[in-house]
């Protein structure tokens, strides 16, 4: 029993030492490039009622939420995404105001999938959501904000990699498709599963145009140049507005010079129903999986009682770290930490040396001698703990050792 209880629960981990310190770091710098785009910072609460985040918010399927009741036996849930929530606060905090609202978070989301080895099911967000800004130029400063956290993460070899909901909306427009149609397309698109897709399209009752045009999906991605392909392909003119804000969009991130790490993928959709324009998602090596995604959600705020365009991202911070591990990029950790070592006979003047230097703004970690270590022993532990010096006071003096790792 006892042996069991030093294990977490599927799906959860510690975090702890360098590996923290290292994360600490590193979101503090994504932080910081949102505080240079002027984002401010909310918090929401870990929990919320189920309607939050129900089937017609678009967010996760019910089944894949932790559910539990209060004591007047409402349905609430661990968020499974904070979108949602940020949408809720802006439309209760920031009723009338019509001007770009800019808001930055982080916090864990959580996710019932166990059935996938090796996934998490609590993760750590970190994003942002630019409300009340329905232009072009506002989908480039949200990309060019992603670019940007990349950079400052250490990670140079990215790729982000956009898409459109209109588009694909247009196509089964155009086709005149059914909802249940739409639905198992958007699935087949979704997995990938394009040889599905045309056995699917193969016994439709729609033109060979239109056939043919479903089955293109899997053509549709790469550089700027596809994007006129894509425009020879359709007549909607839904798709057509679609890609023409596309290439607005890359057309105002060269000015950011951000173009570089910039792809497109017109089969790109999104298991979360929220989104109405834009979507994306970011990748580098060294991770399976996005490690940032994102889009505009113009309709989901008015399900909240406020009609305003947004769009936001999200890094999913434990994917990040995986990244940075893996392409051994190195996040030094540049604090002076100081262990202030001293025998029982010293304690009075060592505790009022460690007061002293706290107020200097320095790390302390008083610790006083066991008869049963020595100072090898110590030194050892602070090479361990990656802690860079050691004071010994004894017998009114003190040695300073610089601890190397």
Not at 55 to 79: C, I, Q, W
Not at 267 to 288: A, E, P, V, W
Request: with cysteine; proline share 2%; net charge negative.
């Amino acid at each position: 029993m006892k042996e069991r209880l030093l294990h977490t629960p599927d799906g959860v981990r510690d975090i702890y030492g360098d590996e923290y310190k290292k994360r600490r770091k590193v979101m503090a710098r994504l932080h910081q490039v949102l505080t240079l785009y002027n984002y401010h910072a909310i918090q929401t609460p870990t929990f919320e009622y189920f309607d939050i985040f129900g089937k017609d918010k678009g967010s996760a399927p019910s089944h894949e939420m932790y559910k539990f009741f209060d004591r007047d036996n409402n349905t609430l849930v661990l968020r499974p995404d904070i979108t949602p929530s940020i949408a809720r606060c802006v439309a209760k905090y920031y009723e009338n105001e019509d001007l770009p609202i800019r808001l930055c978070y982080e916090g864990s989301t959580f996710i019932n999938k166990i059935s996938h080895q090796g996934k998490l099911c609590e993760t750590t967000q970190l994003g942002g959501e630019l409300v009340n800004d329905d232009s072009s130029a506002a989908d480039a400063e949200i990309l060019a904000t992603v670019v940007d956290c990349f950079r400052a993460a250490s990670i140079e070899d990215f790729q982000v990699e956009i898409g459109e909901v209109d588009f694909f909306k247009g196509i089964i427009e155009e086709a005149g498709l059914n909802e249940e149609d739409e639905t198992v397309i958007r699935g087949f698109i979704l997995n990938k599963n394009f040889f599905g897709l045309q056995e699917y399209v193969k016994h439709l009752s729609i033109s060979d145009h239109m056939k043919e045009l479903l089955t293109s999906f899997d053509q549709l991605f790469g550089g700027v140049e596809m994007l006129e392909k894509a425009k020879k392909l359709v007549q909607n003119h839904r798709s057509l507005t679609a890609i023409e804000r596309l290439e607005k969009v890359y057309h105002a991130l060269s000015f950011y010079h951000a173009e570089s790490h910039i792809g497109f993928d017109l089969s790109m959709l999104s298991d979360y129903k929220y989104y109405t324009g834009i979507i994306f998602k970011g990748y580098t090596y060294g991770t399976g999986d996005a490690i940032v995604r994102g889009g505009r959600y113009n309709a989901l705020l008015s399900q909240f009682g406020k009609d305003a365009p947004a769009i936001g991202f999200v890094f999913v911070v434990d994917e990040l770290m995986n990244a940075i591990h893996r392409q051994n990029i190195s996040i030094p950790i540049e604090e002076e930490e100081i262990i202030l070592l001293y025998p029982r006979a010293d304690q009075q003047r060592a505790i009022e040396y460690g007061v002293e230097l706290r107020k200097q703004g320095k790390k302390v970690e008083l610790i006083r001698m066991s008869e049963k270590k020595t100072l090898e022993d110590y030194k050892e532990y602070a090479k361990k703990e990656h802690l860079e010096t050691i004071i010994y006071m004894h017998d009114g003096t003190s040695e300073t050792y610089a601890i190397t790792w």
